[in-house]
């Protein structure tokens, strides 16, 4: 069974940084692209970046370019996401979700999806 979960959301004032992580189990995890999507409250899912399986490549939503970066340890079957420089509107509840596809923004090419950790930047 996969089974993936989040962890390191929480409460930061703007500017400040978070580093969430997504511990994967019950998959070959390299064969995985590992993507971040968020919810805002009210709204629908937003992508926010993917990584490929060996870690080569990564794609980022223009609204976290620069500020955001995923990376991934296979040997821990884990995926993170290194927030920087946050802003009000990153708040959101985070969620990590894994395809055995390419790369996607698209959240229905995306099988496996964590619980969710809420992110809350105060201004």
């Known amino acids: 069974q996969v089974q993936l979960v989040e962890s390191g959301g929480g409460l930061v004032q703007a500017g400040g940084s978070l580093r969430l992580s997504c511990e994967a189990s019950?998959?070959?995890?390299?064969?995985?692209?590992m993507g971040w999507f968020r919810q805002h409250p009210g709204k629908e899912n937003e992508f926010v970046a993917a990584?490929?399986?060996?870690?080569?490549?990564?794609t980022y939503a223009d609204s976290v370019k620069g500020r955001f970066t995923s990376s991934r340890d296979n040997a821990k079957n884990t995926v993170y996401l290194q927030m920087n420089n946050l802003k009000p509107d990153d708040t959101a509840v985070y969620y990590c979700a894994a395809t055995k596809y390419g790369a996607s923004d698209q959240e229905t090419r995306y099988t496996h999806w964590g619980q969710g950790t809420q992110v809350t930047v105060s201004p």
């Open positions: 990584i490929s399986g060996t870690g080569g490549t990564t």
């Open positions: 019950g998959v070959t995890f390299r064969w995985y692209t």
